[in-house]
């Protein structure tokens, strides 16, 4: 599939990252997502709605399965994510004045993508997660894919969101503490 569009809503511009901004995204992300995390480290975990495209590392985690709370931290997350291969998409969020708001992915699996997306805390309960799943979904959907989510169990924020942009639950545990929610397809 390669690196993926630019999807563009009334409010929004999710934009491919590529190895050339995942620099620039990192420096001007990196203190937002930190802040969102409550200075936990992050990492990028495609899949997962609202705690998603960056996400609290688990508490079990090395460090070698974190990342730092600093930019570099973050940028080498990113350029990682750039460098896995042709089935995984990630997308910085930009306001329709060009702030940075958070980040989007998708992680392809043959027709099946798993889709996650983190908001700066800033810029939460302002709609803009659920508008940027929606365009994702759509783009994807349009393509014959199958698109699902993991809802962490008890996480209400996630599960609103997953609601709210058409997915419903399975009844398949990933882990645990995720389940996992598909969006029905069209028609």
Do not use: C
Request: glycine share 10%.
């Amino acid at each position: 599939m390669g690196e993926g569009p630019t999807l563009t809503t009334a409010r929004l511009r999710a934009l491919p990252l590529t190895v050339w901004n995942a620099g620039f995204v990192a420096e001007e992300l990196a203190q937002a997502m930190v802040a969102a995390n409550h200075g936990a480290p992050v990492r990028l975990a495609a899949g997962e709605l609202f705690g998603g495209a960056v996400d609290s590392a688990p508490a079990d985690s090395t460090p070698a399965d974190s990342v730092a709370t600093d930019p570099t931290g973050v940028r080498r997350e990113l350029r990682r994510r750039i460098g896995a291969g042709r089935g995984i998409l990630t997308w910085v969020l930009r306001a329709d004045d060009g702030t940075a708001l958070g980040l989007l992915a998708a992680d392809m699996h043959a027709a099946r993508a798993a889709v996650g997306v983190r908001v700066s805390a800033a810029h939460r309960r302002d709609g803009y997660a659920a508008e940027a799943v929606r365009a994702v979904a759509s783009w994807l959907e349009y393509r014959g894919v199958l698109v699902g989510t993991r809802v962490r169990v008890g996480d209400t924020a996630a599960k609103r969101l997953a609601q709210s942009t058409a997915f419903v639950p399975t009844g398949v545990l990933l882990t645990e503490r995720r389940r996992l929610w598909i969006r029905p397809p069209p028609g």
